[in-house]
């Protein structure tokens, strides 16, 4: 997994602690996290991620396909459970990826985006 723009990602900062952001939820044991997107398309727009760096979604999904349907999983798990808690997840949810030049920022992820 490639590591080498990891101190320009914004996500990785989020993830240390050294620059703002909200984390909707975190997994230590499986190194996955639940973070706000700053640029939501949704009243609800998270991206689920892993705590480590990887450059891009399609080779998260290249390189650990089993890691990369985990992450999938966890996502459907966790965002379910925030349903009582978050209101705007109760007439359901989306979970999307982008592969390709489309992706803005450098590090995997999966977008979880409420149902309006």
Excluded at 17 to 24: A, H, Q, S, V
Excluded at 36 to 45: N, T
Excluded at 78 to 97: C, H, M, Q, S
């Amino acid at each position: 997994m490639s590591i080498d723009n990891c101190h320009d990602c914004p996500f990785c900062g989020i993830l240390t602690g050294e620059e703002p952001g909200t984390i909707i939820a975190r997994d230590e044991q499986r190194g996955f996290a639940i973070i706000q997107s700053i640029h939501p398309e949704s009243v609800v727009h998270w991206l689920a991620v892993p705590v480590e760096h990887v450059c891009s979604t399609e080779e998260f999904e290249k390189n650990n396909e089993k890691r990369f349907v985990e992450l999938f999983e966890w996502a459907v798990t966790t965002t379910k459970k925030k349903v009582a808690d978050v209101p705007y997840l109760e007439r359901g949810f989306t979970l999307k990826t982008h592969f390709g030049s489309f992706e803005s920022v450098p590090h995997a992820k999966i977008h979880i985006l409420a149902m309006e």
